[in-house]
């Protein structure tokens, strides 16, 4: 589904987790970072749970420089993720931790 259309339904009131991570991840991937990590704060305000947006967003804070909001975010993605059990993704953000702790 293109960003128009799920900006669409979100101006229509469809206001969800899911469809803000479709917009975060389609703005990420468009290079928009800043708008894609709107998105994906406000999906893992309504689901905290959501280790995914939570990789996500801490891509889209890490693109814009925003290092010590990415570990944050990438922090509570592992914890998340821990408590679904999804080793998938709290493997991945943990590689990605250690990435941002080497000397740049």
Known sequence: MSTEALEKMLAKGMDN??????????????????QGAEHLQRCVEFDPGYSAAWKLL???????????????????????????????????????LRKLDKPR
């Open 17 to 34: 987790a899911l469809l803000r991570f479709g917009l975060g991840k389609a703005h990420l991937d468009g290079g928009d970072a800043a």
């Open 58 to 96: 801490g891509k889209a804070l890490l693109a814009q420089g925003e290092h010590d909001a990415a570990r944050q975010a990438w922090q509570q993605g592992i914890a998340a993720a821990q408590a679904k059990g999804d080793k998938q993704a709290e493997k991945e953000m943990s590689v990605f």
